[in-house]
């Protein structure tokens, strides 16, 4: 099993930058993708970025595009989203998540695609 703990949420003022972590573990852990959801109250899981693991290929959410940039350190297994220019549209809980499988690029944007997730951080950003 694949163990996802995400980390560095807070709350920021509009324009504010934070930067998120996901620590991952377990055992024989080789992600294909892995990639970065958020979920704001009332409003479904939605899609932030996603990045594969052996060559870094990055796919971003059109909402996010210019503002976030998604990287990994494969020697920590672990996984980063720095977030700039923030906007109280960015609040939600963020959630990290990985494939067990070969995806298209297609689906890597679908929440369905992704079998391990962690437990969410929160990012509130205030006007």
Same mark, same amino acid.
């Given at each position: 099993?694949?163990? *996802?703990?995400?980390? $560095? #949420? $807070? ?8 930067? *998120? @972590?996901?620590?991952?573990? #377990?055992?024989?852990? @080789? ?10 109250? #009332? ?12 060559? $870094? ?6 909402? =996010? ?8 350190? %494969?020697?920590? %297994?672990?996984?980063? *989203?720095?977030? %700039?220019? *923030? ?5 939600? =809980? ?5 494939? @067990?499988? &070969?995806? @298209?690029?297609?689906?890597?944007? $679908? &929440? ?16």
């Amino acid at each position: 099993q694949v163990q *996802l703990v995400e980390s $560095g #949420g $807070g709350l920021v003022q509009a324009g504010g930058s934070l930067r *998120l @972590s996901c620590a991952a573990s #377990g055992r024989t852990f @080789s992600p294909y993708v892995m990639g970065w959801f958020r979920q704001a109250p #009332g409003k479904a899981r939605e899609f932030v970025s996603a990045i594969s693991w052996s060559r $870094g290929n990055t796919y971003y959410a059109d909402s =996010v595009k210019g503002r976030f940039t998604i990287s990994r350190d %494969n020697a920590k %297994n672990t996984m980063y *989203l720095q977030m %700039n220019s *923030l906007t109280p549209e960015d609040t939600a =809980v963020y959630y990290c998540a990985t494939t @067990s499988r &070969v995806v @298209s690029s297609t689906q890597v944007t $679908g &929440v369905r695609s992704y079998d391990y997730w962690g437990q969410g951080t929160q990012v509130t950003v205030s006007s």
